[in-house]
């Protein structure tokens, strides 16, 4: 049967434990949107330590596998690895919205250094164009500073910024995310 809905590929976090725990944010965005959309969550490799190149390869399959349109979903260190890869990799597909939630931003602060992988000066410009950016931040997120945000504001001037609640997590509800969503899909 042929999918005519809009697949939302969710690309996890990093850290032991990341996939269960992120399990819990694809389920929340699955029951939020409903059956119009499907949502795509792959176990990435090495997870207790994720890598760039070891990643890659399964977000570049991932992208390929959506016959049309294609909105991107990562939290914390997936959504750093997912800007490096639209940035290395490009697209010719469709993304009607990249969403971006408690991600570390290179260099912030001397603890979110990544060794062996860096996103380059202006980055925000060479993401796919036609792409709308949303970020995600939770103030008592006790994991990635909220400073973070504004950084990667000034990265995405045209970005829609969001303050939650509810931890590095979003209280595991991301109700807000299939809002806007959504709210992307009637702009179209």
Do not use: C
């Not at 992208?63 to 959504?79: D, E, F, N, W, Y």
């Not at 931040?137 to 500073?145: A, E, G, Y």
Request: no cysteine.
């Amino acid at each position: 049967m042929f999918w005519r809905g809009i697949d939302v590929l969710f690309i996890q976090g990093g850290g032991a434990g990341a996939y269960d725990e992120d399990s819990k944010l694809a389920e929340s965005l699955k029951r939020e949107l409903g059956v119009e959309y499907r949502v795509k969550f792959p176990s990435m490799p090495n997870e207790d330590d994720p890598e760039y190149e070891v990643w890659k390869p399964v977000i570049g399959k991932e992208m390929a596998g959506s016959p049309g349109k294609t909105i991107l979903v990562a939290p914390s260190v997936g959504a750093y690895i997912l800007l490096k890869y639209l940035i290395d990799e490009g697209t010719s597909k469709p993304l009607p919205g990249i969403f971006i939630i408690a991600a570390p931003f290179p260099g912030g602060d001397n603890h979110w250094d990544f060794e062996g992988f860096s996103l380059p000066k202006n980055f925000g410009e060479k993401l796919p164009r036609g792409a709308k950016v949303f970020l995600y931040r939770s103030r008592d997120d006790d994991i990635v500073p909220f400073a973070h945000l504004t950084l990667y504001a000034q990265e995405f001037p045209r970005a829609i910024a969001r303050e939650t609640v509810g931890g590095h997590q979003l209280g595991n509800d991301l109700s807000i995310v299939a809002e806007d969503i959504k709210r992307l899909r009637t702009s179209d």
